[in-house]
């Protein structure tokens, strides 16, 4: 596991004085009230949906595969919304790791704290299915400052970032756990604490089935919530941090636990999985991360959907 990281004086070498500027101009950019920061990522989010045409197609097909039924115009419509959401994303990340708590609890309303409570009366581990809103990062924050857990992440190959990130996220949790721990994550869930866990990207053929997702019959889908759940005895806890539409703040919905979720095998678990995950999404379909090559993963010999 990742404790509260140190700061290293290696840090502040030239090479990272652009990132630094970078952070800094984030940091204060978050000082400003609420309503302007709304409306500077949403305008943060058009102009990228210009200059990242790679991603928007991604999110094109990903819409065309996932909801075959969709028509053209609203499909651009949750398209534009998409990258609205990618730029209040980035302001999102900076609230999350420089916003006071009282700030953040200020902006956030929060339902189903009783489903926490449910199961740790049975003194259970929590796999805290999440979902990749690009709330993500104010999701983790918030969750934290009601209920602290164990965050599962990828190391970022920037060392400042990196630093950055799990400082940020340690803000108002214990501590952070590389997602190639399973063991890691399978002890910490024995002992009864809350693993922030998001199985909803396609994370390539290794240790992955094929089962369905939406519109595509064959999506490549992480075997890992049938190791960790069958392995620790944990119940399933899915949550859904996200952006009121009336742009009135934010609201964590924490849904009903799953505690004896189908285990027969890993297929029947993923399959299972990908329902719950396809339920949050419809939840704010516009702030899910379409950008996302969920479905570069394919059986051999099958062709690429992209």
Not at 129 to 153: D, K, M, S, W
Not at 286 to 295: G, I
């Amino acid at each position: 596991m990742t404790h509260l990281p140190q700061f290293s004086r290696a840090l502040l070498h030239p090479r990272y004085w652009l990132t630094w500027l970078g952070i800094g101009l984030l940091w204060l950019i978050v000082l400003l009230p609420y309503p302007l920061l709304r409306r500077l990522g949403r305008l943060l989010g058009r102009i990228a949906m210009r200059v990242m045409k790679r991603r928007a197609r991604i999110a094109y097909r990903n819409l065309e595969l996932c909801f075959p039924e969709m028509d053209e115009k609203a499909r651009h419509e949750l398209v534009v919304k998409n990258f609205e959401s990618v730029g209040m994303g980035l302001i999102e990340t900076g609230m999350a790791w420089f916003w006071p708590d009282w700030r953040i609890q200020r902006w956030f309303s929060v339902r189903g704290l009783e489903n926490i409570k449910a199961i740790q009366a049975q003194k259970r581990g929590i796999l805290l299915l999440g979902v990749h809103f690009l709330t993500l990062e104010l999701g983790a924050r918030i969750f934290g400052i009601n209920e602290p857990g164990i965050g599962v992440y990828r190391p970022n190959d920037n060392p400042l970032l990196d630093w950055l990130q799990t400082w940020g996220r340690m803000r108002s949790n214990k501590s952070m756990i590389d997602r190639k721990d399973l063991k890691g994550m399978i002890k910490a869930l024995k002992k009864g604490e809350v693993i922030w866990y998001a199985p909803d990207h396609d994370y390539g053929p290794r240790a992955s089935v094929f089962v369905p997702f939406f519109g595509v019959e064959q999506a490549a889908t992480t075997t890992g919530t049938w190791m960790l759940a069958k392995t620790s005895g944990a119940a399933i806890l899915p949550f859904v941090p996200r952006r009121k539409a009336d742009g009135t703040g934010y609201e964590m919905i924490l849904m009903e636990p799953e505690f004896d979720p189908p285990l027969d095998d890993a297929e029947t678990t993923a399959a299972w999985m990908n329902k719950v995950v396809e339920r949050c999404v419809m939840m704010a379909p516009d702030q899910y991360m379409w950008l996302h090559r969920r479905f570069k993963t394919r059986p051999e010999g099958v062709p690429s959907r992209y």
